[in-house]
């Protein structure tokens, strides 16, 4: 058996473990465990906080720049339309079904393998580094994003993060802003010409978020998209009421900073405006980076990804790519083809190969 082949037995079997043990957002301490457990039997040195786990190759060299493997081993709470166990490790057919197997169990064991595969190797030109990083899926700030605040990972050149997108070369990623505004009115008695209607003064405000194009489209993500997901107002049927408050989810792309787009809200609407944080930035890699062009070589092709992953915490230039597929993301019975995990691995060697090593 080729040390591939190992890799790759090893990390399904690693994902099955994975799988078997619930791993909510904040709730990742028993996959850690099992990481942890990874990294001991093939005695490669590791650091871990909280519920986040990192690693970096044996000929480690401060002198060189640094590609960073990332993907997060916490999961969705499952759906009640699961007909399986989503804990149980099942194959059928060849898919390995279970809760984060799709996302992002498959990747994070796909770019484990790559990292062991590269670990002992003295021929790179770049170190690797390795983050499985905890409460992606709700954005947490104790997870890839608590590594960087506290300078744990040394400077970081480029990164891989891995999410299921079927192996394609996701080159851009939209960023997540999402706004609560207030329109503000008077109450009043309804049978009289009392008040000012917070709820109208809202409409105005919202058909102008629905109808407003910001000029700036990306050539890989297209335009942004506002959208105005939550509304509350008044309490009685008599009475106007004298605040509405609503939710504005902005998917924004690298033409502007998140600053700019709140900038632009705040002008042209009434409402008051209040951004939940502007952490979750857009992210990209250019077409020529070596990484991308290695992808293109065996055949990929590249898109700009409409969803938010670790990426977006990141300041480097990165990468979205894994094995699986977005739409068996957050889904009842989720699965992962092992053939999936297979290609996986393989094509992030062979990219790297192309890119860190010296001697290829």
Known sequence: ??????????????????????????????TGD?????????????????????????HFNPELPTVLLNSHHDTVKPNPKWTLDPFEPVVQEGKLFGLGSNDAG??????????????????????????????????GVNGLELLLKDNDLPEIDFAIVGEPTQMHLAIAEKGLMVVDCIAHGKAGHAAREEGDNAIYKAIKDIEWIKN?????????????KMSVTVINAGKQHNVVPDSCTFTIDCRVTEQYTLEEILETIRQNIESEAIPR????????????????????????ETYGSPTTSDQAVLSCQSLKLGPGHSERSHTADEFIYLSEIEEGIDLYIKMLKQTIVMSE
């Open 1 to 30: 058996m080729t040390l591939q082949e190992q890799l790759t037995q090893d990390a399904i079997g690693l994902l099955k473990q994975l799988i078997a043990t619930q791993s909510f957002s904040r709730e990742e301490d028993k």
């Open 277 to 300: 944080s502007i952490r979750l930035k857009p992210s990209s890699i250019p077409m020529e980076h070596p990484i991308v062009q290695a992808g293109l070589a065996l055949g990929r």
């Open 34 to 58: 099992i990481l942890e457990e990874f990294f001991r039997e093939r005695n490669i040195p590791f650091r871990r906080k909280i519920n986040n786990l990192w690693a970096r190759n044996q």
């Open 106 to 139: 498959g990747c994070l064991v796909s770019l484990l393998a790559t990292f062991c595969y590269f670990y002992h190797r003295s021929d790179l030109k770049y170190n690797v580094l390795f983050v499985a990083s905890a409460e992606e899926e709700i954005s």
């Open 212 to 224: 407003y194009q910001f000029p700036k489209v990306s050539p890989v993500l297209g335009p942004i």
